[in-house]
């Protein structure tokens, strides 16, 4: 628990976060069937929560006991879970593995609550051999299966799923498609953060991986977006 240097200390003269790595160990050193942790790392920073969490996951490998974990940090609940229980006004509204949750969610809360979501209103939604067939405006979008198909229903993407090209580039002839403006482009460093709009006014975001072969949009430029057919869904 990174507190070696302290042994010399009683827990009230150790900062917050020190003792809460305290209460961490001292609730494992007995060895519980069970142990329930709610928020455990909120009070530590940045750094020191992300090495923490790993090493609550080796422990958890270790000693083989069953963690109960509560966090409103959904990254943090992907990063050490099994299996999630997505949590909506006291009631389950799904469970799962992580990436269950994460690339099926069962309803459109939890695709909202677990992670970043493109939402798109169709027009019509039918269904052929394939799958699913969305038409918005004047594009067409296929969903793999016809699972979510009903009244009301808003096809769904991660903004990682994305690619944003200019038109005039070659493209996956495969892929859902669609046309629009650049709104907003983000430089984050690793990512390329963009804001595209969409004839019918409706925006998206896309999340880009910075590479040197992957030009940057700049706002008011014209823009592709592409992505695989099994990266949309029906919620």
């Known amino acids: 628990f990174q507190l070696s240097c302290f042994g010399t200390r009683v ?3 150790l900062s917050g976060g020190q003792q809460q790595r305290v209460a961490i160990a001292r609730a494992i050193v007995v060895d519980p069937p069970v142990l329930l942790m709610d928020e455990p790392l909120s009070a530590l920073d940045k750094q020191l929560r992300e090495d923490l969490q790993f090493e609550i996951k080796r ?9 109960i974990y509560v966090t409103h940090d959904q990254r943090e609940a992907l990063v050490m879970s099994d299996r999630v229980a997505v949590m909506n006004e006291g009631r389950i509204a799904q469970i799962g593995a992580p990436e269950t949750l994460y690339d099926s969610p069962a309803n459109h809360f939890v695709a ?35 699972n979510g198909i009903r009244d009301g229903a808003l096809c769904m993407v991660r903004p990682e799923k994305l690619t944003v ?6 493209g996956n002839p495969s892929a859902n498609t669609l046309q629009g403006t650049v709104r907003d482009t983000v430089f984050m460093g690793e990512m390329i953060r963009y804001v595209i709009e969409l004839p019918n006014g409706a925006r ?6 910075h ?3 992957t030009p940057i949009l700049s706002p008011s430029e014209p823009a592709t977006i592409d992505w695989a057919v099994a990266d949309t869904r029906l919620v």
Do not use: Y
């Open 59 to 67: 422990l958890h490998d270790r000693l083989g006991i069953t963690f």
């Open 204 to 209: 998206m975001t896309a999340k880009q991986q």
């Open 211 to 213: 590479r040197a072969d």
């Open 11 to 13: 827990p009230h003269q």
């Open 165 to 170: 090209r200019r038109p005039d580039s070659a």
């Open 112 to 146: 909202s609550f677990v992670g970043e979501a493109n939402f798109l209103e169709a027009d019509s939604i039918t269904a052929d051999a394939r799958g699913a067939v969305v038409k918005i405006g004047d594009s067409i979008l296929r969903v793999a299966g016809t």
